[in-house]
C-alpha cells in the first residue's frame, strides 16, 4: 500500500522561511508527478507546486519567485523550499502523486501539514 507522509508544517511570522518534506513508501515504481497542494479554511485545495518526469515544474502564480519544488525521482521524495511566507499562505499543505502505471491512472494523498503565518 502506498503512503506518503508530510513533515516539516509548523508556524513563522511572515518573511519566514519553512520546508516541506514528503517521503513515500510502498510503491515499486518512481512517480510520474510528485507535487503540493494546499487548502486554506473555507477554500478549494489548489496546486502549489509539481514536478513531472520530463517536464518541468509548475507553480501557483501566487508563489512564484518565493517557493522552489524539487524531488528525488529514485526515492519518490519531494520538497518544498517556501521563503518570504505570507499569512495567505496559512493552510493544509498536501503531497500529492500521480500518473499512470501499466495504463492505469494512480494518484495518492499524504495526511497534511498545517502551515500557519501570522503578521
Known amino acids: 500500500q502506498v503512503q506518503l507522509v508530510e513533515s516539516g508544517g509548523g508556524s513563522v511570522q511572515a518573511g519566514g522561511s519553512l520546508r516541506l518534506s514528503c517521503v513515500s513508501s510502498?510503491?515499486?515504481?518512481?512517480?510520474?508527478?510528485m507535487g503540493w497542494y494546499r487548502q486554506a479554511p473555507g477554500k478549494q485545495r489548489e496546486l502549489v507546486a509539481d514536478?513531472?518526469?520530463?517536464?518541468?515544474?509548475t507553480y501557483l502564480d501566487a508563489v512564484k519567485g518565493r517557493f522552489t519544488v524539487s524531488r528525488n525521482g529514485a526515492k519518490n521524495t519531494v520538497y518544498l523550499e517556501m521563503n518570504s511566507l505570507k499569512p495567505e499562505d496559512t493552510a493544509v499543505y498536501y503531497c500529492?502523486?500521480?500518473?499512470?502505471?501499466?495504463?492505469?491512472?494512480?494518484?495518492?494523498w499524504g495526511q497534511g501539514t498545517q502551515v500557519t503565518v501570522s503578521s
Open positions: 500529492n502523486a500521480r500518473g499512470s502505471y501499466v495504463s492505469r491512472p494512480y494518484e495518492y
Open positions: 514536478v513531472s518526469v520530463g517536464i518541468g515544474s
Open positions: 510502498g510503491s515499486r515504481f518512481s512517480f510520474t508527478v
